[in-house]
């Protein structure tokens, strides 16, 4: 597990209890958020998340596989928010909420879950632009906020338009690369 906020997580029986007991002091209340506005019952996201961590101790071998444990938290207490309202509705133990509500909830830019989505998906792509070699990065910047065309790029900077263009493919694939292992979790 590699990210570049998060160092790989260490291997012995104590230190993993160490860095578990740390998981769950930094990233409880801010899941309980999340549950809380799918399921809309406190007890009910407290009791969510706390199983999403019981599932994660348990599975503690895999977490070597994770790249980012936040986005995986986040994911997992957001399926399992979801399957708990699906699980009672069955039995009409819930209010009625429809598929089409939940991805709005979930998803939509005006809705708390959506930003928290957006804003995780955002500092995911910062991350990476970040992590370009200089040049590319410089490249990749200058044509995103500056909207400068190749040509004006290649132009200030002093290189070819190809050079611009092969740097913006590597940029390009970087990101869409990072973005979708995100998207993956």
């Given at each position: 597990m590699e990210n570049c906020d998060q160092k790989p997580l260490p291997s012995t029986p104590e230190a993993d209890i160490e860095t578990f007991e740390k998981l769950y002091e930094k990233y409880y209340v801010y899941l309980c958020m999340v549950a809380l506005h799918i399921v809309r019952n406190r007890d009910d996201a407290e009791e969510i998340v706390s199983d999403v961590f019981v599932k994660l101790w348990n599975s503690a071998d895999r977490l070597k596989e994770i790249r980012s444990v936040k986005a995986y938290l986040i994911r997992a207490v957001?399926?399992?928010?979801?399957?708990?309202?699906?699980?009672?509705?069955?039995?009409?133990?819930t209010e009625s909420i429809h598929a089409r509500d939940i991805n709005i909830?979930?998803?939509?830019?005006?809705?708390?879950?959506?930003?928290?989505?957006?804003?995780?998906?955002?500092?995911?792509?910062?991350?990476?632009?970040?992590?370009?070699?200089?040049?590319?990065?410089?490249?990749?910047?200058?044509?995103?906020?500056?909207?400068?065309?190749?040509?004006?790029?290649?132009?200030?900077?002093?290189?070819?338009?190809?050079?611009?263009?092969?740097?913006?493919?590597?940029?390009?694939?970087?990101?869409?690369?990072?973005?979708?292992?995100?998207?993956?979790?």
């Open positions: 957001h399926n399992a928010s979801l399957n708990y309202i699906e699980r009672n509705r069955k039995y009409g133990l909830l979930s998803w939509d830019g005006d809705y708390p879950l959506g930003k928290l989505y957006e804003k995780e998906l955002l500092d995911v792509i910062r991350n990476c632009i970040e992590k370009l070699p200089d040049s590319c990065r410089e490249i990749f910047l200058l044509s995103r906020d500056t909207d400068l065309k190749y040509i004006e790029i290649s132009d200030r900077l002093g290189i070819s338009v190809n050079t611009v263009k092969a740097q913006m493919k590597i940029a390009l694939a970087r990101i869409r690369e990072t973005v979708s292992k995100y998207m993956n979790i």
